[in-house]
């Protein structure tokens, strides 16, 4: 088993720093990456959970990170599709997402992500089908 601990480039992006997203490893002989997020007040509903499509959103962020570093940072994820299943509440605070390369080919790949609390409950799983492109501002 490998692990890379070098940060993702680019999570300074906006959208990483709103979700707080911070990188754990990656593991290339699982291709499976490990992402820290933490989910702030202001993603909470009235219902006092993470509002679902900022979970999706997290999920997004994990399984394209997967496939970024699957590919040695030359590809990303334009989904096709993404599937969501909400198993439990996900609330403000730390969260750890796990996204990995089910299968790659040269123009669909399929990805898995998964979201825990800091206790290891499974809180969210989703699945995508994407076509790989060329990661934006990659020499490919």
Known sequence: MS??????????AAHADLMGVEFDHFDAEREEIT???????SFITPRGSVQGGLVAGFLD???GWA????????????NLDIS???????MAGPLIGKGRVIR????????????????AN??????S????????????
């Open 3 to 12: 692990a890379n601990t070098e940060r993702p480039h680019n999570h300074g």
């Open 61 to 63: 962020e994990v399984m």
């Open 84 to 90: 969501m299943t909400l198993l439990r509440p996900v």
């Open 122 to 127: 499974l809180l969210a799983r989703s699945t």
């Open 35 to 41: 992402l820290r997020f933490t989910a702030p007040d």
């Open 129 to 140: 089908t994407a076509i790989p492109t060329p990661r934006p501002g990659s020499e490919t």
């Open 67 to 78: 496939h970024v570093w699957a590919t040695e940072q030359r590809e990303a994820p334009l």
């Open 104 to 119: 790659r080919g040269r123009r669909v790949i399929f990805l898995e992500g998964e979201l825990f609390d800091e206790a």
